[in-house]
């Protein structure tokens, strides 16, 4: 059974800096591709940033960018997402999502298993 | 970035009805890679159509996807009670990654 668990959300002030872990286990966690989706509930579901199996191609939404860093360790089957700066807007439940390939694009997009969620919540 | 329209954002229904929804994009979605999600009442979403019409495993053959280019389609052909929740499509053919709005889908 494919096994999502993100832990490392929290209270954090504006510009400060938080990590999000998502272990991972039942399937071949090398040979695919990861995704970290948060969501508001005023804004739905928003896509964050994507890396691929071997790291080689990651990729952020404009509103991350410089700010969030996505990276992965496939030894210890978890992603992680490093997110500095924070801002108010930032404030969302996210998720981690296993792609059905090891490439971030195309079929590697597709989200097929997501995780419960660890909620971020940024206020002074 | 390719915008995703839904439509409508609630559909009031009945269990044994069937529902239609829409999903509009602002170009054409690349070799009509548009998925489904259903998310119901504090659950993470499950996937449910991929490629605009491909059921995911295990999804019963009351959900039906359709459509190709900008306009899809998500059917679902006698609902149960737990199909009320909300629904997502989202592409997955361009980067950025995209989502729609959501339809919610209440008794």
């Known amino acids: 059974e494919v096994q999502l668990v993100e832990s490392g959300g929290d209270l954090v002030q504006p510009g400060g800096s938080l990590r999000l872990s998502c272990a991972a286990s039942?399937?071949?966690?090398?040979?695919?591709?990861m995704h970290w989706v948060r969501q508001t509930p005023g804004k739905g579901l928003e896509w964050v940033a994507s890396?691929?199996?071997?790291?080689?191609?990651?990729?952020?939404a404009e509103s991350v960018k410089g700010r969030f860093t996505v990276s992965r360790d496939n030894a210890k089957t978890s992603v992680f997402l490093q997110m500095e700066r924070l801002k108010l807007e930032d404030t969302a439940l996210y998720y981690c999502?296993?792609?059905?390939?090891?490439?971030?694009f195309g079929r590697g997009g597709l989200i097929d298993q997501w995780g419960q969620g660890t909620l971020v919540t940024v206020s002074s | 970035d390719i915008v995703l329209t839904q439509s409508p954002g609630t559909l009031s229904s009945t269990p044994g009805e069937r529902v239609t929804l829409s999903c509009r994009a602002s170009?054409?979605?690349?070799?009509?890679?548009l998925a489904w999600y259903q998310q119901r009442r504090g659950q993470a979403p499950r996937l449910l159509i991929y490629?605009?019409?491909s059921r995911a495993t295990g999804i019963p053959g009351r959900f039906s996807g359709s459509g190709s280019g900008t306009d899809f389609t998500l059917t679902v052909s006698g609902l149960e009670p737990e199909d009320f929740a909300v629904y997502y499509c989202?592409?997955?053919?361009?980067?950025?990654?995209?989502f729609g709005g959501g339809t919610k889908v209440e008794i």
């Open positions: 039942g399937f071949n966690f090398e040979d695919c591709a």
């Open positions: 890396i691929s199996w071997n790291s080689g191609g990651i990729d952020y």
């Open positions: 989202q592409q997955y053919g361009n980067s950025p990654l995209t």
């Open positions: 999502g296993k792609a059905e390939r090891g490439y971030i």
């Open positions: 170009q054409s979605v690349h070799n009509d890679y």
């Open positions: 490629g605009a019409s």
